[in-house]
């Protein structure tokens, strides 16, 4: 009997933002967690969609097999060299050729009382 993957192929994080400022010594964040429970490596694609411009694409990482793999989503750049702005409300969807599991976590440190947030993503198939 074949092992069924852990995980889906496709997920959605409907809320993102990259703050612009940061108080004290840890910089606010956002990260994808890609958790890669198979035998091979995850090609990982990411889009980017906002209010109020059309979607960022070209986003691609690589998780190996077996790990995990947190990706900053302020230090990440597309095929064209773009990041992705700070302080625009945005939504992501990540794409994998293989089931992953992705866990989307905020850290916030605009005011001195840090917040920090973390949730699964919403898995499609």
Excluded at 29 to 42: T, W, Y
Aim: some cysteine.
């Amino acid at each position: 009997m074949a092992k069924k993957p852990v995980g889906a192929k496709l997920w959605i994080i409907p809320d993102s933002y990259l703050p612009d400022q940061s108080t004290g010594e840890l910089k606010s964040h956002e990260s994808a967690c890609v958790l890669n429970l198979e035998p091979r490596s995850a090609n990982v694609k990411l889009t980017v969609y906002f209010e109020d411009r059309e979607p960022l694409e070209g986003f691609e990482v690589t998780c190996p097999p077996l790990r995990t793999l947190h990706i900053r989503l302020e230090s990440l750049k597309n095929r064209h060299g773009e990041a992705i702005p700070v302080a625009k409300p945005m939504a992501l969807k990540i794409e994998s050729d293989v089931a992953v599991v992705v866990q989307h976590t905020r850290l916030d440190t605009t005011q001195p009382a840090l917040a920090l947030m973390t949730t699964m993503a919403f898995p499609l198939r």
